[in-house]
Structures are given as C-alpha cells and as structure tokens.
C-alpha cells in the first residue's frame, strides 16, 4: 500500500472549493446571519430579563409614602422594557434580514447599487402612499419611549375622531387598544392621537364636593367630614392606599340650594374610585348622625351627543361647580 497523495488529496479540495465558490459564501452569509441574529436576540432578552427581575425583587415597600412611586414606577418600567425588547427585536431581525439579502444578491452577480437604488424609489413611493402607517408607526414608538401610557392605565384619549376613555388593554406600534366603561373595545390609530389624559400615573386624588344647607354649622360639618375621612385613611385596608392626610379645602361654591364643602384625598390611582364610593357612604352615614340632611342640587339631564360625551370613561363632564353632586 502506497503513500495517501496528500498534494492530490489539497487539490481536489481546493478545485471543488473553487468550482462551488458562489453557494459556499452564500451560505456562510445565511448561517452568519443566523448566528448574528441568535446572539443579539439572547443579548437583548437577558437585558429584558435582568431589568424586570431586577425590578420584581427591590419592591419591599412597608411605608406608605414611598407607594406613590415605588409600586407604579417598578411596573410602568417592567411593561416599557418588554416592549421595547420586541421592537428592539424586530429591528434586529429585519436589519440582518436586509443586510444578508444584500450580500447574498451580490455574490450572484445581481447589480446591487441599481437594486438598492430600486428599493429606495420603491419604498419612498410605498411611504408616501403608506404615510398614515408610517405615522402611527412612528407616533406609537414615542408613546411607548416617552411612557405616556401602559396596558391597564385608566386614560382620556382626545383623537382626530373624538374623544375615548377606558382601560388601556394593548398598547401597539401601530394601533392602541381601549375597552370604556361600557365594556365597548376602541381601536384608535397612534397616529391619530392628539393628547393624552392618563389617571394611573404617579397618584390620584379623590375629591368629594358636599352640598351642606346654610342651616348647618358649617364647622360642625367640616370637622365631622375631615374625621370621617382620616379614620378611613387609617384602617388597615386603606392605610396602604392613602398617600396623604385627608384636608379640608372649604367651602368651593355658594349656590341657591346649599354650599359646597371640598373634601380631598391623595391615593394610589388603582384605588381613586373604590375609596371615592365608601367615603361618600361614610359621610352620608356621618351626616345622618349629625342630623343633617344633604339638600338636592339642580342637576341638567342631557341627551344624545351631550349624554354619550358626559359618560364617565368617554369624555369628563364639564359642570359648574354649583351643580355637583355628593
């Protein structure tokens, strides 16, 4: 048995090499690409995955003065960073997309400067017949940087077709999506909304205007509504949801029928609603011990576009401050 032809042997690898050139760096472009992709992805969710974990153990809040950050900020940057982790991806994705198709046209001898050329003609006609996408593309990208809104925020959406209020369910790039009170889901293009109201940033404030007769000792009620205020504030169930005291801001309007005592409460906004309703019990329940009946106030029943606008969840209701009500 002779000696292997190693010089053939080379040669052979060599002439099959050079004969195959073209599909070996095609597909040495095609795994590099996928391997690019791989670590960038496996990057970029570690980072997602640290920051939200990061974020799940620091919250041991026992004070409550510190909820009127703590809780709310940690979950607003957990919903930011995950969407910003999908549209990282994304963009990640489609960029070595685009690159590797680049290479792959020019190692088949495609003219690639004429190809590009091509696209951007293609795609500047494609933005200008597509602006509205591009838009609401671009326009939901700054909401989701700027934080503006997040899923399961309370908002007041005033858009080009009118106003929409709910509970954000899905915050899109394209399109943000919010259920009203009336259980009905709105679709509303990014790129159509004008402001912004959200009620479930940093912390809410409930405010109670209660109509008093000119009859009543007018210290007597306040004293009695502030009482009544604070020993909600400081039951078990409520001390964590209370940020402040309550205060007394006096008397807010003098109208035929009664005057009107300000009562205000800082809370955490998930909970503004639910303490509005049992501190409006309680101090109905207190005024009754006291003697005092709360006189009814003129009150305008409103119809068609007026009543669906005064809906709570569709558009705030704009009164004067002599027609509020307990």
Do not use: C
């Not at 690639?112 to 609401?136: H, M, P, R």
């Amino acid at each position: 048995m002779g000696d292997f032809d190693w010089a053939g042997f080379w040669g052979g690898i060599g002439a099959f090499l050079a004969t195959y050139d073209t599909p070996f760096r095609i597909a040495g472009v095609i795994i590099g690409a996928l391997v690019l992709r791989w670590v960038l992805v496996v990057v970029i969710r570690r980072v997602v995955d640290q920051v939200v974990s990061g974020v799940k153990k620091a919250q041991n809040v026992d004070d409550t003065v510190e909820l009127s950050a703590s809780p709310l900020m940690a979950v607003r940057v957990v919903q930011r960073t995950r969407t910003m982790g999908t549209v990282l991806n994304n963009l990640v994705t489609w960029s070595i997309v685009a690159v590797a198709i680049v290479l792959v046209l020019g190692e088949l001898n495609f003219s690639v400067t004429a190809l590009v050329a091509s696209a951007g003609i293609l795609g500047a006609a494609l933005g200008f017949g597509a602006q509205n996408v591009v838009k609401d593309m671009l326009n939901g990208l700054f909401i989701v940087f700027e934080d503006q809104l997040g899923v399961g925020d309370i908002v007041e959406l005033q858009s080009t077709q009118g106003p929409v209020g709910g509970v954000v369910e899905t915050v899109g790039v394209r399109v943000t999506q919010v259920r009203d009170v009336h259980g009905t889901l709105w679709f509303v293009r990014n790129g159509e909304i004008i402001t912004v109201g959200n009620k479930s940033q940093g912390w809410a404030r409930v405010i109670i205007d209660l109509p008093a007769p000119y009859t009543s000792n007018v210290d007597e009620v306040q004293e009695v509504m502030l009482r009544t205020a604070t020993e909600l504030a400081d039951e078990p169930e409520y001390k964590r949801k209370v940020l402040e005291a309550p205060e007394i801001w006096g008397i807010e309007s003098v109208s035929a029928e009664a005057l009107v005592i300000r009562l205000v409460m800082k809370v955490r906004t998930a909970d503004q609603f639910d303490i509005a309703r049992v501190l409006r019990l309680r101090l109905k329940l207190a005024l009754d011990q006291m003697g005092v009946a709360v006189p009814s106030l003129n009150r305008i029943v409103m119809d068609g576009i007026d009543a669906r606008e005064a809906v709570r969840g569709a558009k705030k209701p704009v009164t004067p401050p002599e027609d509020s009500d307990l």
